[in-house]
């Protein structure tokens, strides 16, 4: 059974950072394409950024890029989201997704992913 766990989420102020991180089971974890996305109340998932199999290839939505970074490491089934210079418009639910295609990271929509997680919580106050 796959699961995809995601910790990491919290309250910050404006300017603040946050690590996000996402454990994996169940799956051969270096074979899959790694994305974080999120989603605010009544709107859309939203595509954040996405990490090919070996690490080395990344992907950012304009919105993040400059602020987030993505990593993972295969040895720990982990994939991880640090987030600085934190906006109030960064406040959503934070999906951890897992898609069986790659090796390199691309942009997917939400119905290309195999696996999710069960989202954390980040809230960013003014």
């Known amino acids: 059974q796959v699961q995809l766990v995601e910790s990491g989420g919290g309250s910050v102020q404006a300017g603040g950072s946050l690590r996000l991180s996402c454990v994996a089971s169940?799956?051969?974890?270096?074979?899959?394409?790694m994305a974080w996305f999120r989603q605010a109340p009544g709107e859309e998932r939203q595509f954040v950024a996405t990490?090919?199999?070996?690490?080395?290839?990344?992907t950012y939505a304009d919105s993040v890029k400059g602020r987030f970074t993505i990593s993972r490491d295969n040895a720990k089934n982990t994939v991880y989201l640090q987030m600085n210079s934190l906006k109030p418009e960064d406040t959503a639910v934070y999906y951890c997704?897992?898609?069986?295609?790659?090796?390199?990271?691309?942009?997917?929509?939400?119905?290309?992913?195999?696996?999710w997680g069960q989202g954390t919580q980040v809230t960013v106050s003014s």
């Open positions: 169940g799956l051969s974890f270096s074979s899959y394409v």
């Open positions: 997704g897992a898609a069986r295609t790659g090796p390199f990271a691309v942009q997917l929509n939400p119905t290309e992913f195999d696996h």
């Open positions: 990490i090919g199999w070996g690490g080395g290839s990344t």
